[in-house]
């Protein structure tokens, strides 16, 4: 009986220091709650309509270079209904991935938001976990691959997703909800257009000599296309190539 007591004290104690950590990870400070100030009452009802709460918030982003578009997520049952939509207003690069340091690209995979900066030069950021095991295993011999990706505001960008200053307040307090809420990996997936249509026809036929690029986007689609198909977010893995592929459910 001692033994499940203890064992109980234990797992509480840790589940408290996990919500602790996560409260620490997304510091409130006066610029977060001035925008949480600002945005509250249009992301409740937004939240609401789409029938989904804050203190529970799962959300999956979707980044389409091209469109220039990015797109919010909620997790409702099993799938995702969408929340909201912002344009990237700032941008830099061409379709394609990020493969070194200086390039000016904006990265193409499946990230993570893994740092939340409340004291941005660019008034709020969330960096993505670029470079990635896929972004490695393509470049093995690249030492300088970079870093320090960010979705950011002010719509300036050397290889970041920049949307304007109101939308990163909206977006930057969306993302702090879910990580509030549990949610310690906010996935983020950037693809070079919408993987289906003229769009993407176009980018694959100039690309049709290069063969590595191409399979790398057809890893890419399967990830889009799951995602079209089912409205939930794909389980993927890295393959030793540095692409992606969907596991089956």
Request: net charge positive; with cysteine; hydrophobic share 35%.
């Amino acid at each position: 009986m001692l033994r499940r007591i203890f064992v109980l004290c234990v797992l509480l104690v840790a589940a408290v220091s996990a919500q602790n950590a996560a409260q620490r990870a997304v510091r409130e400070t006066p610029r977060v709650a001035a925008a949480r100030r600002a945005t509250d009452s249009a992301l409740t009802a937004a939240v609401r309509a789409a029938g989904v709460t804050r203190a529970t918030l799962r959300l999956y982003l979707r980044v389409f270079k091209e469109e220039r578009v990015v797109e919010v997520w909620a997790q409702r049952g099993d799938g995702c209904v969408k929340l909201r939509q912002y344009r990237i207003c700032g941008t830099s690069g061409e379709a394609g991935p990020k493969n070194e340091e200086g390039d000016g690209q904006i990265p193409e995979g499946c990230y993570t938001i893994d740092l939340f900066n409340p004291w941005s030069s660019y008034h709020l950021s969330m960096r993505i976990d670029y470079p990635n095991a896929a972004d490695r295993a393509r470049n093995p011999r690249t030492r300088r691959l970079g870093g320090d990706i960010y979705i950011h505001g002010m719509c300036v960008s050397i290889g970041c997703i920049s949307i304007s200053t109101e939308e990163i307040q909206e977006l930057y307090i969306l993302c702090s909800d879910a990580r509030r809420a549990g949610q310690r990996g906010i996935p983020v997936h950037v693809f070079p257009c919408r993987m289906q249509g003229d769009v993407y026809d176009v980018l694959r036929k100039n690309a049709r000599n290069d063969a590595d690029l191409l399979r790398f986007w057809t890893g890419l689609e399967t990830v889009y296309t799951a995602f079209e198909a089912e409205k939930s977010v794909p389980r993927v893995t890295t393959t030793p190539h540095g692409s992606y592929t969907v596991r089956t459910r």
